[in-house]
């Protein structure tokens, strides 16, 4: 009985870990997918479609140079201050460096943004939490400077 045990983890056990290495990189992929659609809406200078990829809600929080916004309207407030025209938002484009698995319904980003722009381009660095809720990413927490 103890064999059979036995051969039956060792056969299960490298199928569970294939099954949560392809879980994990379908996760890496919708994320990416949120990420690339926000890209998308800035460069339309299309904010309130840019903020479609965090979550809407006051527990949200931004942390920026400026310290932290708490909330979703609060942030999208402070986007469309910060970025009034076109020539504020200008052409986004990021690169990924990284993306960690926190939980299983939770990862971190680490990445570098540039905006190419009328009014002077503008780069930095930034750090995203993304979370799913209700079967979608998004993100709850955002740290760029």
């Known amino acids: 009985m103890k064999k ?7 056969f299960i ?13 379908k996760d890496k992929k919708e994320i990416q997918k949120v990420l690339k ?23 949200l929080k931004f942390y920026g140079a400026n310290g932290i916004t708490y909330g979703w309207e609060n942030t999208l407030e402070r986007y469309q201050k910060a970025y009034p025209t ?9 690169r990924i460096n990284d993306i960690s698995k926190i939980s ?3 990862y971190y980003v680490l990445g570098e943004y540039h905006i190419k ?11 995203l939490v993304l979370k799913k809720i209700d079967g979608e990413w998004k993100i709850i927490a955002d740290t760029s400077s």
């Open 4 to 10: 059979i045990i036995i051969v039956t983890l060792l």
């Open 37 to 59: 659609k926000q890209r998308i809406a800035w460069s339309k200078n299309n904010i309130e479609e840019f903020m479609d990829g965090y979550w809407k809600s006051d527990s």
């Open 13 to 25: 056990a490298p199928i569970a870990v294939c099954f949560a290495q392809n879980s994990e990189e």
């Open 117 to 127: 722009r009328e009014v002077g381009n503008a780069d930095g660095i930034f750090m």
């Open 86 to 94: 076109k020539d504020h938002t200008g052409i986004l484009s990021f």
């Open 104 to 106: 299983n319904e939770a």
